[in-house]
């Protein structure tokens, strides 16, 4: 049995109960409208800043804090903070990616 702790309109934290009393509570957050706008950016050619500098990516919180936790046991605030891992999880997760290029 579960039951929904909190919702929004992208994300939800459940409860999942068992019948020998333990549970797991497991939140799920909905990602797609963030990468379809990244999509939707490299289509119209729409790489670079108002102040000339490219747009390299935009990445969901939830997802880099996934691919944290799942491959190195940290959470974003790490992965963001070490730029070789923030380049393992871009070029893992190319939907995050807005301009293709290096630089």
Known sequence: MHSIIEATPTSRLTMHEHGDGSGVIVQSTDVSAALARNEALRRAGMTKTAGGDHYMASIPLD???????????????????????????????TVCRIHQGRN
């Open 63 to 93: 997802l880099l804090n996934a691919w944290g936790l799942r491959k190195y046991g940290v959470g974003w605030e790490i992965i963001a903070a070490d730029n070789a891992k923030l380049d393992e999880f871009l070029a893992e997760n």
